[in-house]
């Protein structure tokens, strides 16, 4: 497998680049302080393509493929994991969502206002009380004619609040029956529909996670996407390719630790000497760029298998597993080689330390991962 950058993968990195450091980097630590989700910049970033990366051309996207979009993610996470979270969901979830199982007249109503980052997108599966038992969740949608009626509330939201549009996952029978999950659609301003508490969170600050609220919400059932019964494998056929996001989020974070690490170690000096002189530092950055290599490797193996419409269920889980789990390994010995100065908000690895965690948790915890991989192992 030849997983040599292409010339479009290294003119958007570029473009990326050029893009964080003037947009991006010179306000995210404020924005990290005060949990300003930044909608004006995802505006922004939709008139470079940013916010629609997988969708055809037809329907307002760029039309790329998962390079690029390992690309995207990683390259923004290098300068802010929250930044690199919002995208990754937007595309990925919501998105992502609606392009795979969206009908003609739903792709055509909603893909190029959010591909275009007119809109931005939510996506909702997760309950206070339903995690990983997602047949449990206790939001529910009743037929009622040719109208459906949603109550419950779904939680750890992203764009809970600002997003325009949200895929819901809610329950459409008996709790733990078979096919009881049905996605839908729903606009905000949808009487009934509205947005509760926004977390505080310990990292990803600027990005947005809110709880949603359906209080005898009223949809027509155009609204539906596939079947009914159908949601839960729509949910786990996204939450596939959100993996690889969430992979390339971790590795962003991770290059940006490390970079920002190799540069101190040789600017700080102890004993006359740059301290990446010393073996315990020197070591540490041998871990790191050898973590950030084999993630690399595994995301792209995952890309390479969703590019090529292959399953690639086990492939993701390991991409995401591996990544997210170096990038917290990382990002912790960022800090720690830049001792006191690595717990200060003066230097950018503390923040890197903060937001990687959210990768082991996000669209599936490292326990879901090896549980998706050993069954996968396990019927071999």
Known sequence: MDFKHTDAQNSIAEMIRDFANK???????????????????????GELGLM????????????????????????????????????????????GHILYFGNEEQKRKYLPK?????????????????????????????????????????????????GNVAVILARTAEPRAKNNITAFIVERGTPGFSAG?????????????????????????????GPVGDGFHQAMKVLDGGRISIAALALGIAKGAYEASLKYSKERNQFDQPISNFQAIA???????????????????????????VKMTKESAMAKYYASEASVRISTDAVQIFGGYGYTKDFPVEKYYRDSKLCTIGEGTSEIQKLVISRDILKQ
């Open 52 to 95: 629609g990366v997988l969708v055809p051309a037809e329907y307002g996207g760029s039309g790329l493929g998962y390079f690029e979009y390992v690309t995207v993610v990683s390259e923004i996470a290098k300068v802010c994991g929250s930044i690199g979270l919002s995208v990754a969901a937007h595309n990925s979830l919501c998105t």
């Open 197 to 225: 508490k926004k977390e505080n969170k310990l990292g990803m600050r600027a990005s947005e996670t809110a709880e949603l609220i359906f209080d005898n919400c009223r949809i027509s059932d155009a609204q539906r996407m």
């Open 283 to 309: 070591f540490k950055l041998a871990d790191m760029a050898t973590q950030i290599e084999a993630s690399e490797l595994l995301i792209y193996q995952a890309a390479d298998m969703k590019n090529r419409g």
């Open 23 to 45: 947009h991006i980097r010179p306000q995210m630590m404020e924005w990290d302080e005060t949990q300003k989700f930044p909608v004006d910049l995802f505006h922004k970033m």
């Open 114 to 162: 959010l591909a275009t980052g007119e809109w931005i997108g939510a996506w909702a599966l997760t309950e206070a009380n339903t995690g990983s038992d997602s047949g449990n969740m206790r939001c529910t949608a009743i037929k009622d004619g040719d109208h459906w009626v949603l109550n419950g509330t779904k939680n750890w939201i992203t764009h809970g609040i600002s």
